[in-house]
């Protein structure tokens, strides 16, 4: 698989008819429903491929996602789509919406936002990154019978073809209010409009003063508006610009403003991405679970293009505002694949829900983070090979490579001969500690390690004493993975965060 993203994948077996949509789920997994999650918690990334700016709709019990194609401007002439029952597996829809399918749009086929009415669905777009009020470009609107299309123009032109109150024609999102009433927010360069629409949603209606575009743009505004409402409060999500990237908010008591207390949400993490941004939200019906879901890079990433979907947990405080949402890394496997995970040597695959490996010469599955202080959480299962193997999970890690040793930085792990080891590698091997410790070829254990400055403590299924203490001051950041050394093993519930 080389030393880049590593995707591992696994069969899907068994379908699904949702809402008229056939979504494709493995067969282990047909009866699952959405739970209370913290986090993607089969990983992220949630799809696979170079996406961003996506946007989201609930259509008969199914889960939209609507994102960007991350990839140069004249390379942007298509939209995908996904569709999830659970938020955990995915089916991906090509080419929902196409240039071909808009006479007028030929690059920049960017920030779709879906909405149904009236039985048909809708999807508003931005095209030709309009630059100047003498282009062709703007904001289109699509028309289609099905949440997957295929969309066609609806109306041949633009539906907001220049600039207005600053405000460049880009990155749109609808809202239905409560009262029937839908509006269309948008807006770059720093400034943020609404617009009324019409009932037949393909065209402007004005407001009781007679204009058409009400500027709405609170401090720190830069691009990507986002609308929506809980209890009553209506909420204008953005894309903070500047080098680090972040998602911010604005509350209001109207749809139309005015948006105050904007406050910074999501940063992007030094530990664990870069690059947030490009923020929709997902609600559970019938419940008060939200998630945020955006775009962002892993850290290895220099491309800007190289965008990637994720989803955190979204939590309101008792007054309404909206607490931090923190970036957290898990992976239970139960999507039936490895996204975001990079290979070193050995042989992997996903199956059963766990990440399986082959006896090797330490072989390493490795996530792309950097965490110095952290708590990492791990279920570990020795299936086979020598006795006197091992398997666990490797931190600290960089200079990464194929062979046995071949990082730098540190490795816990259980051994069926008995023991828990901790040791660090540089090409080489030093062992910091042992004791004994009765494995059993198949059974799961848990493993967690704790390491905050130089004191690395390790646990094995007590996690109130750990089996190893130590301090060593040799390695101070990098990499998370897992590792089997002459041993076939399993790998589950990974989680690692900040201590």
Excluded: C
């Excluded at 959405?34 to 961003?52: K, L």
């Excluded at 007028?104 to 779709?112: M, T």
């Excluded at 209001?252 to 664990?272: C, E, R, Y």
């Excluded at 890690?397 to 001969?417: C, E, H, N, W």
């Amino acid at each position: 698989m080389g030393n880049t993203r590593g995707v591992l994948t696994a069969l899907v077996a068994l379908t699904l008819i949702a809402g008229g949509v056939v979504v494709a789920l493995p067969s282990d997994a047909a009866s699952r429903s959405v739970a209370d999650y913290t986090t993607a918690e089969a990983g992220n990334p949630i799809v696979d491929g170079w996406y961003a700016d996506p946007d989201t709709a609930v259509y008969q019990g199914v889960y939209w996602l609507y994102p960007t194609a991350s990839q140069g401007s004249d390379h942007q002439t298509y939209l995908d789509a996904f569709a999830s029952t659970d938020l955990v597996h995915w089916t991906k829809h090509l080419n929902v919406l196409t240039t071909a399918n808009v006479s007028w749009a030929h690059r920049a086929l960017r920030a779709p936002a879906p909405v149904e009415r009236n039985g048909r669905y809708y999807l508003y777009f931005a095209a030709n990154d309009l630059q100047r009020d003498s282009e062709l470009g703007g904001i289109g609107v699509a028309v289609a019978d099905k949440p997957e299309g295929p969309y066609t123009d609806a109306i041949g032109k633009p539906l907001i073809g220049a600039f207005h109150n600053g405000a460049q024609p880009i990155d749109p999102d609808v809202f239905i209010d409560s009262d029937g009433q839908a509006y269309l927010y948008y807006g770059g360069r720093g400034h943020a409009n609404v617009v009324k629409l019409n009932a037949d949603m393909t065209s402007l209606g004005t407001f009781a003063n007679g204009k058409r575009y009400r500027e709405i743009t609170p401090a720190g505004y830069a691009e990507g508006a986002q609308l929506f409402m809980r209890d009553g409060r209506y909420y204008l999500m953005w894309s903070a610009g500047g080098p680090d990237r972040a998602v911010s908010y604005a509350m209001a008591d109207s749809p139309t403003g005015p948006f105050t207390k904007p406050a910074t949400i999501l940063w992007q993490d030094p530990a664990v991405a870069q690059g947030s941004g490009g923020s929709g939200v997902f609600t559970v019906p019938g419940t008060d679970t939200w998630y945020l879901v955006y775009h962002r890079r892993q850290l290895s990433e220099a491309d800007g293009n190289h965008r990637e979907l994720a989803y955190d947990r979204m939590t309101f405080n008792t007054d309404g505002t909206i607490q931090p949402v923190k970036m957290l890394v898990k992976d239970d496997f139960e999507d039936g694949n490895a996204l975001g995970w990079r290979i070193f040597g050995g042989s992997w695959s996903v199956g059963g829900r766990r990440l399986n490996v082959e006896s090797s010469a330490g072989g390493k599955a490795m996530q792309n983070t950097n965490f110095a202080d952290l708590v990492y959480d791990a279920d570990v299962t020795v299936t086979g090979g020598d006795p006197a193997g091992d398997a666990g999970v490797v931190f600290r890690a960089t200079k990464l490579g194929r062979g046995t040793d071949a990082f730098a930085g540190y490795y816990a792990g259980i051994r069926p001969s008995g023991s828990v080891v901790l040791g660090k590698a540089s090409y080489d091997w030093t062992e910091l500690a042992a004791t004994g410790l009765t494995v059993t070829t198949g059974t799961t254990y848990h493993l967690r390690v704790k390491a905050v400055g130089p004191a690395i403590w390790v646990y094995v299924d007590d996690m109130t004493t750990p089996k190893i203490s130590v301090s060593d001051p040799s390695f101070t950041t990098g990499a998370n993975g897992v590792r089997a050394l002459f041993a076939d093993a399993a790998f589950d519930n990974i989680a690692i965060a900040h201590p």
